[in-house]
T-cell receptor, first 114, second 114 residues
Framework: EAGVAQSPRYKIIEKRQSVAFWCNPISGHATLYWYQQILGQGPKLLIQFQNNGVVDDSQLPKDRFSAERLKGVDSTLKIQPAKLEDSAVYLC????????????FGPGTRLTVL | AQKVTQAQTEISVVEKEDVTLDCVYETRDTTYYLFWYKQPPSGELVFLIRRNSFDEQNEISGRYSWNFQKSTSSFNFTITASQVVDSAVYFCALSEEGERQLTFGSGTQLTVLP
């Protein structure tokens, strides 16, 4: 069974530029998560989708971050404009249903903002 | 609010030594789930175990074992006869039945020296 796919794996941009990350969850998983992991810390949830609806986006900096999951499968996370402090690994995860189910993670996208 | 503490920031052992990674959690719920993930240098979070709050039996999987003690709110992870490939950051995480998100500890960097 294919795991969670993410692209790109690495991205380097200058501050104030925009960037987008893509995620394809495990087939059949209703719930999709985006996490931000700053170096030396545990992952922090940015947004959670169940099918194509947002369940929790309380920690998403909505002035610059946006995410969508239009058809309830793939998802895109965008940052516009990027700041230096956005340098981090962006992890996508999926689970069968709720957050108490096991979440399976993709390889992540390492973003460097110069 | 849920909280996970991994007090050991870094641990270094020599190959074949046993090592225990500590995890202490805080929750007000009676129903919750505990997880351990491994994050090797490649960056992907690899699921190791999920345990619900009603199952206090210790678990063994090969060289890995987990000790869940509700009395001390701990869910410790032991690697027996460690190997160089065990070198990674290990995260403990908690999800409450009523909460939507998975809360991670800050992780323990384990280095196994040859």
């Amino acid at each position: 069974e294919a795991g969670v796919a993410q692209s790109p794996r690495y991205k380097i941009i200058e501050k104030r530029q925009s960037v987008a990350f893509w995620c394809n969850p495990i087939s059949g998983h209703a719930t999709l998560y985006w996490y931000q992991q700053i170096l030396g810390q545990g992952p922090k949830l940015l947004i959670q989708f169940q099918n194509n609806g947002v369940v929790d986006d309380s920690q998403l900096p909505k002035d610059r971050f946006s995410a969508e999951r239009l058809k309830g499968v793939d998802s895109t996370l965008k940052i516009q404009p990027a700041k230096l402090e956005d340098s981090a690994v962006y992890l996508c995860a999926s689970s069968l249903d709720t957050s108490t189910d096991t979440q399976y993670f993709g390889p992540g996208t390492r973003l460097t903002v110069l | 609010a849920q909280k996970v503490t991994q007090a050991q920031t870094e641990i270094s052992v020599v190959e074949k030594e046993d090592v225990t990674l500590d995890c202490v959690y805080e929750t007000r719920d009676t129903t919750y789930y505990l997880f351990w993930y491994k994050q090797p240098p490649s960056g992907e979070l690899v699921f190791l175990i999920r345990r619900n709050s009603f199952d206090e039996q210790n678990e063994i999987s090969g060289r890995y074992s987990w000790n869940f003690q509700k009395s001390t709110s701990s869910f410790n992870f032991t690697i027996t006869a460690s190997q160089v490939v065990d070198s990674a950051v290990y995260f403990c995480a908690l999800s409450e039945e009523g909460e939507r998100q998975l809360t991670f500890g800050s992780g323990t960097q384990l280095t196994v020296l040859p």
